[in-house]
């Protein structure tokens, strides 16, 4: 069964950045699109950035020109790189993939300090 593992997360100071990854145990076939999302304690779980296929991107209004999401397919590997990071972005982020069923991360701790 195929797993993603996340790691990157931590605590990082406001302004600073913070690259997240999420790698495959094993290669996922006929991949529709991968994301990240993120949850904040109290609060629902919110699409923060999205790649499909053609490597078309979308972010979430609050991250746009902070956040860049990649994929690297021959490491089985997708990325966060988050840039100029805000408290309000302090959050549990989890990576995901659609193919012919969906697959989430266990979630990494993202904390930025004021």
């Known amino acids: 069964q195929v797993q993603l593992v996340e790691s990157g997360g931590g605590l990082v100071q406001a302004g600073g950045s913070l690259t997240l990854s999420c790698t495959a145990s094993?290669?996922?076939?006929?991949?529709?699109?991968m994301a990240w999302y993120r949850q904040a304690p109290g609060k629902q779980r919110d699409l923060v950035a999205t790649?499909?296929?053609?490597?078309?991107?979308n972010y979430a209004d609050s991250v746009k020109g902070r956040f860049t999401i990649s994929s690297d397919n021959a490491k089985n590997t997708m990325y966060l790189q988050m840039n100029s990071l805000r408290p309000e972005d302090t959050a549990v982020y989890y990576c995901?993939?659609?193919?012919?069923?969906?697959?989430w991360g266990q979630g990494t701790q993202v904390t930025v300090s004021s």
């Open positions: 995901y993939v659609l193919s012919r069923r969906a697959y």
């Open positions: 094993g290669s996922i076939s006929t991949i529709t699109v």
């Open positions: 790649i499909a296929r053609g490597g078309i991107t």
